[in-house]
């Protein structure tokens, strides 16, 4: 029996590569444009754990993952699942690259659903993109620890290390601005979430990925 789930857990799928980061985006265009024009959408498509409780609305564990506040929101969401999901995607396959997506999607949706549950903050509205594009950039340094980012466009920086000072940034954050309506454990549960599909599912760990990187002296 574990044999078979072990199996299961690590069963590939075939090779394709059909360019679902952009479907992706597109989906996440058309619903933001849908919620632009009638805001009562928000109520269904994010995640409010009120409604979850007592409605039973239990698609918003998906649909708050396409879903923004506003234009800022999307435009930085979707530029980074384009310039980070196309390579993942690319090295992953598109079938594994879209299960990986949703499924950490989802799962740092029933994370934050639990917390919100547990503190009492039922009326919340989570949504966004930003988990699941936290989790493509976690894969993205994986994949690509010699990878140079521009922060701003201009601050050269080392894919790994960008990984390292975001979780630091929302860290620090959770800690000391927890009203400030940024879902910052939602960002690191995909970062979470992310680090054990790679390691359970893919047996790539990243942290012995970054330390091979830098001992040929290739980021640090």
Known sequence: MNMKNSSLLHRRFSYTYSNVTLYLILINVAVFMA???????????SMVP???IQKHYYWQFITYMFTHANFTHILFNMIGLYFFGTQVERRMGSKEFLLF???IGFLAGV?????YYLTGNYGVFLLGASGAVFAVLLSFATYYPQARIFVFGIIPMKAPVLVILYTGIELFSQMTSINSGVAHLTHLAGFAFAFLYLLLRLRINPI????RSSQRGRWG
Request: no cysteine.
């Open 35 to 45: 919620t632009s024009a009638n805001r009562n959408l928000l109520v269904y498509l």
């Open 101 to 103: 997506y949703m499924l």
């Open 111 to 115: 994370f934050s659903f639990f917390v």
């Open 208 to 211: 012995e990925e970054w330390k």
């Open 50 to 52: 009120g409604l979850i």
